[in-house]
């Protein structure tokens, strides 16, 4: 079993900066895939970036230059640092885990952008 534990969401003003974390716990060693989705009300959801064996990373035409996904092996911990926020980027944000055997999510956290 893997759990995941997001923080750092919250209401911020377009154009402005957060920083998501998901701290892993469990049986982490076998996690090679690790991504951050989001859902708008409304809306299906959808992968917003994703890091693979700790290097390789992948991000939505939508984030890209705008979001870096990056993780810490030694606080088993993966970070989404947000900047240029927009109003569309509103959304539950969810952390995601992938080992070969097993799915793991987070219970997602909001991040509200409005002035």
């Known amino acids: 079993q893997v759990q995941l534990v997001e923080s750092g969401g919250g209401l911020v003003q377009p154009g402005g900066s957060l920083r998501l974390s998901c701290a892993a716990s469990g049986s982490i060693f076998s996690i090679y895939f690790m991504a951050w989705y989001r859902q708008a009300p409304g809306k299906q959801r959808e992968v917003v970036a994703s890091i693979i064996s700790g290097a390789s990373t992948n991000y939505a035409d939508s984030v890209k230059g705008r979001f870096t996904i990056s993780r810490d092996n030694a606080k088993n911990t993966v970070y989404l640092q947000m900047n240029s926020l927009k109003p569309e980027d509103t959304a539950i944000y969810y952390c995601?885990?992938?080992?070969?055997?097993?799915?793991?999510w987070g219970q997602g956290i909001q991040v509200t952008v409005s002035s």
């Open positions: 995601n885990a992938r080992s070969s055997t097993l799915t793991a």
